[in-house]
T-cell receptor, first 115, second 111 residues
Framework: EAGVAQSPRYKIIEKRQSVAFWCNPISGHATLYWYQQILGQGPKLLIQFQNNGVVDDSQLPKDRFSAERLKGVDSTLKIQPAKLEDSAVYLC?????????????FGPGTRLTVL | DAKTTQPTSMDCAEGRAANLPCNHSTISGNEYVYWYRQIHSQGPQYIIH???NNETNEMASLIITEDRKSSTLILPHATLRDTAVYYC????????????FGPGTRLSVLP
């Protein structure tokens, strides 16, 4: 079974530039999550999709972050404009809809460095 | 905020059992205890979860105290590949509930 795919793996940009990350969840997984993980901390949920609808985006900084999941499969997370404090690993995860314990499967992440 | 407290770091000798503690003194009756781990440069990986009873799978054992205020993850024969950050999370078994990760315990398995 193929895992969660993310690209790019690494990205370096200057502050005020824009950046986009892509995620392809495990086939058949209806729920998709984006997390931000700052160095030395645990992952923090940014947004959760159920199919192509948003379930929870309460911690998404909506003035600069946006995410979409068109057609309920792939997803993109965008930052515009980036700030220095956005330097982090951005993790995508997916889970089966209705899974008994909602195990989340994580991708390898995209490491963003903002200079 | 995470509802659990864990030691920042631990060491374990290769081949010995690694016992990782977690305190969750404010756990509710309907909250499960989950463990994930994150190996360097990878995303977190599910290990095990439980409600009241002790649980065991091919990766680890989970021991939950009778009052459910603490638990211990046991890796019976730690290998160098078990070096990772281990996260203990409490969560209601509800599809809409998400995982809140704390900083976890950094386990170093030493040769």
């Amino acid at each position: 079974e193929a895992g969660v795919a993310q690209s790019p793996r690494y990205k370096i940009i200057e502050k005020r530039q824009s950046v986009a990350f892509w995620c392809n969840p495990i086939s058949g997984h209806a729920t998709l999550y984006w997390y931000q993980q700052i160095l030395g901390q645990g992952p923090k949920l940014l947004i959760q999709f159920q199919n192509n609808g948003v379930v929870d985006d309460s911690q998404l900084p909506k003035d600069r972050f946006s995410a979409e999941r068109l057609k309920g499969v792939d997803s993109t997370l965008k930052i515009q404009p980036a700030k220095l404090e956005d330097s982090a690993v951005y993790l995508c995860a997916s889970s089966l809809q209705g899974a008994v314990y909602n195990e989340q499967f994580f991708g390898p992440g995209t490491r963003l460095t903002v200079l | 905020d995470a509802k659990t407290t864990q030691p920042t770091s631990m060491d374990c000798a290769e081949g010995r059992a690694a016992n990782l503690p977690c305190n969750h003194s404010t756990i509710s009756g309907n909250e499960y205890v989950y463990w994930y781990r994150q190996i360097h440069s990878q995303g977190p990986q599910y290990i095990i979860h439980g409600l009241k009873n002790n649980e065991t799978n091919e990766m680890a054992s989970l021991i939950i105290t009778e009052d459910r205020k603490s638990s211990t993850l046991i890796l019976p024969h730690a290998t160098l590949r078990d070096t990772a950050v281990y996260y203990c999370i409490v969560r209601v078994e509800d599809y809409g509930q998400n995982f809140v990760f704390g900083p976890g315990t950094r386990l170093s398995v030493l040769p």
